[in-house]
């Protein structure tokens, strides 16, 4: 069982930058994918990054790659996601979730999430 817990979110400006944490608990966190999606009222959940146990592989989505890192602390049980130069359109609740298959994960059918975070960008 992992439980996640996100925190970081906040209102900022355009050009601004935000760091996201997702605290986990369990033991095996460190053999789980984790990622971070983000929701818009209206549209769908959009896959945002993942990392891999071992952060061999990360991922992005088109729309935040150059701006966005993805990392994690195996031994802090914490996922970061560091969003610089945001944007208005970045604005959304920012969810963490973790799987221990990283296809399962990137499908947007993870086995666990976080309850989420706010991110509010002002142009």
């Known amino acids: 069982q992992v439980q996640l817990v996100e925190s970081g979110g906040g209102v900022v400006q355009a050009g601004d930058s935000l760091r996201l944490s997702c605290a986990a608990s369990g033991r095996t966190f460190s053999t789980y994918a984790m990622g971070w999606f983000r929701h818009t009222p209206g549209k769908e959940r959009e896959f945002v990054s993942a990392?891999?146990?071992?952060?061999?592989?990360?991922n992005y989505a088109d729309s935040v790659k150059g701006r966005f890192t993805i990392s994690r602390d195996n031994e802090k049980n914490t996922v970061y996601l560091q969003m610089n130069s945001l944007k208005p359109e970045d604005t959304a609740v920012y969810y963490c979730a973790a799987d221990q298959v990283l296809s399962r994960l990137r499908g947007g059918v993870p086995g666990y999430w976080g309850q989420g975070t706010q991110v509010t960008v002002s142009s």
């Open positions: 990392i891999t146990w071992t952060s061999g592989t990360l």
